[in-house]
């Protein structure tokens, strides 16, 4: 007998939270030297299988949720199996079963995830496409299919060597997989091609979109860009070599998993019209805290390298200044943000404004009441109005 999709997603489920119970006792007993960064990983991960339980649950024939949980499965197999190789190869010699399996496992499906991650961006939000684009995807998974079994066969004919090669952390040596798995390579261009067109056919579907669409490719563009930035992050600032490197790096860590969480906003459609009050809030309290930033560091060098002022007065002062500066500053900063970002908050806000600046002059009750009526219609535009006064 077939299983149900609830019986799919429940064994999924459970297989998730194994998962991450093997991955902190291993970190435990492996000792990792950077326990906050995995806790990061291990937090992103739980997102992204959370996510991807609800959307199965919520639209079983939805494949976006799918994806998610596979993806989940799949990053906690392998964290598992970087720290079994630490615990093997770094700890016990080598010596400990399933060693040469894990070894072969983890050099053998390195691009597995990217593989399988980005058709999800040609099926969000509903998970259906069009005639022209399944005949993309089945070449796309045929390809993928094949790029795979190639990097397969050569690692199983030119094997890593574990033993003395794997790091702190359970990452192997580079290994290009043999002549075997050469020629694979040659379709790295093909997926770079069809991810581009995956972007860029809901670039064009964002450009016709209106209403709860619309709303919908604004979450995924929110957390596409987030998780562009945190690659970023990660890239620049992931070698950890000092605190400040390993904070950076946790940031961006968790930059990755607004991407799950966006997407199941657009999805489930659960406060899914706030993405613009989301936005403006988010630009504003970056901008105010660059600015915070700026003040807190311009009284601390003016008044401890131009003025006799030692540094504990220069950091509370510095510190009440910023203190002081913060509301008119937010109020402001919002202001700015919500013009060129939030119109039509800002819109209402202007307009709510207008209308307690005429109420203050107003002594007429029909004119406060008519004044109220059209304000409450410009501002949330109903299709019916009524004003009931008490007597």
Known sequence: MVPSHKHLRRAAAALIVILLAADVALSLVTHDPWPTDDGVVLVVLAAYGAVGYVIAREQPRNPIGWIFIALTLFACADYVARLYLVLDYRQHGGSLPLGGTVLFWRGSWTFFPFLLAFPAIVLFPDGRLSARWRKVMWVYVVLAAAFMVAQFVGQARHPTSGLGHIDVRGELPNNNGGPEA???????????????????????????????????????????????????????????????????????????????????????????????????????????????????????????????????????????????????????????????????RYDRDALVARFGARLRDAVDSDTVVAELAGAASNSVEPAHISVWVRT
Not at 232 to 261: E, N, P, Q, Y
Not at 312 to 333: E, G, I, K
Request: charge should be positive; proline fraction near 2%; hydrophobic fraction near 60%.
């Open 182 to 344: 050469a020629w694979s390579f040659a379709l790295v261009p093909f997926f770079l091609g069809v991810w581009i067109a995956f972007v860029w056919h809901q670039v064009g579907a964002w450009r016709s979109a209106s209403g709860v669409l619309r709303a919908q490719l604004k979450w995924l563009a929110v957390g596409g860009a987030t998780l562009i930035l945190s690659v970023v992050v990660l890239v620049m600032f992931g070698d950890g070599h000092s605190a400040g490197a390993r904070i950076a790096a946790d940031v961006g860590t968790a930059g990755i998993g607004v991407l799950a969480i966006a997407i199941g906003v657009a999805i489930l459609r659960y406060r899914l019209y706030e993405v613009d009050r989301l936005v403006s809030r988010t630009l504003s309290y970056a901008v105010l805290s660059g600015l915070l930033v700026g003040v807190f560091a311009g009284i601390v060098l003016l008044t401890t390298r131009v003025l006799p002022f030692s540094s504990p007065v220069a950091v509370a002062v510095s510190t009440l200044a910023a203190a002081a500066l913060f509301n008119p500053l937010r109020r402001r900063v919002q202001r700015l943000v919500d013009h060129r970002f939030n119109r039509a």
